[in-house]
């Protein structure tokens, strides 16, 4: 059964902690996502990494920043937290493919997501 | 700009009644199209996909969408909900031009009344 396990459901933290939210995947997938989710807003893309130690930004990168030193981990780092990181973050993987286009189409795995709140 | 747009941001629908959930994007060219769900307290599944094709894809839980060109919709089907179908719905596309991500809309909350 293919899992996306991350570290923890519920996290409460304080303005300018150094927040770190860890996603892992046991498909052996090539892309790795993370996204916020907020009311009225859906999710939207923070960053996304495509092999080991590459990322490459999303819709909303600012405030964060993002570390892969192995595939199955994907760590999302919020620097010096805000009370607007607020949030459900969601970590997502997918396979890649020879043939990028097609890659495309291939499923996201989803995990159960992690609800920051910052005090 | 490319958008996905969910209209209803919440729907309430008996038990046994048939349900559709709109889904309209903004793009020239046809684009993947995805439809998630999530319940409460969980990360999203797959219902379905389409990227080529017949036009009307089946998908789990009994569900089904129609890609339709000309309207540039992609709405989500079911001919009879059941309770457990309450959730969040999500429609989702990779516009084929725009790299490797999924655009999401902005859901629709779906409630069942028994």
């Known amino acids: 059964d293919v899992k996306v396990t991350q570290s923890s459901r519920y996290l409460v933290k304080r303005t300018g902690e150094k927040v770190f939210l860890e996603c892992v995947q046991d498909m052996d997938h090539e892309n790795m996502f993370w996204y916020r989710q907020d009311p009225g807003l859906g999710l939207r893309l923070i960053y996304f990494?495509?092999?080991?130690?590459?990322?490459e930004k999303g819709d909303i990168p600012e405030g964060y920043s993002v570390s892969r030193e192995k595939k199955e981990r994907f760590s999302l780092i919020l620097e010096s937290a805000s009370t607007n990181q607020t949030s459900m973050y969601l970590c997502a993987s997918r396979a890649g493919s020879p043939y990028p286009l097609l890659a495309r189409i291939n499923e996201q795995f989803f995990g159960p997501g992690t609800r920051l709140t910052v005090l | 700009a490319q958008s996905v747009t969910q209209p209803d941001i919440h729907i309430t629908v008996s038990e046994g009644a048939s349900l559709e959930l709109r889904c309209n994007y903004s793009?020239?060219?046809?684009?993947?199209l995805f439809w998630y769900v999530q319940s409460p307290g969980q990360g999203l599944q797959l219902l379905l996909k389409y990227f080529s094709g017949d036009t009307l894809v089946q998908g789990i839980k009994g569900f089904e969408a129609e890609f339709k060109r000309s309207q540039s919709s992609f709405n989500l089907r079911k001919p009879s909900v059941h309770w457990s179908d309450a959730a969040e719905y999500f429609c989702?596309?990779?516009?084929?031009?725009?790299?490797?991500?999924?655009?999401f809309g902005t859901g629709t909350q779906l409630k069942v009344e028994l």
């Open positions: 990494s495509y092999d080991v130690k590459m990322k």
């Open positions: 793009y020239g060219a046809t684009p993947y």
């Open positions: 989702a596309v990779v516009f084929t031009g725009g790299g490797n991500k999924l655009t």
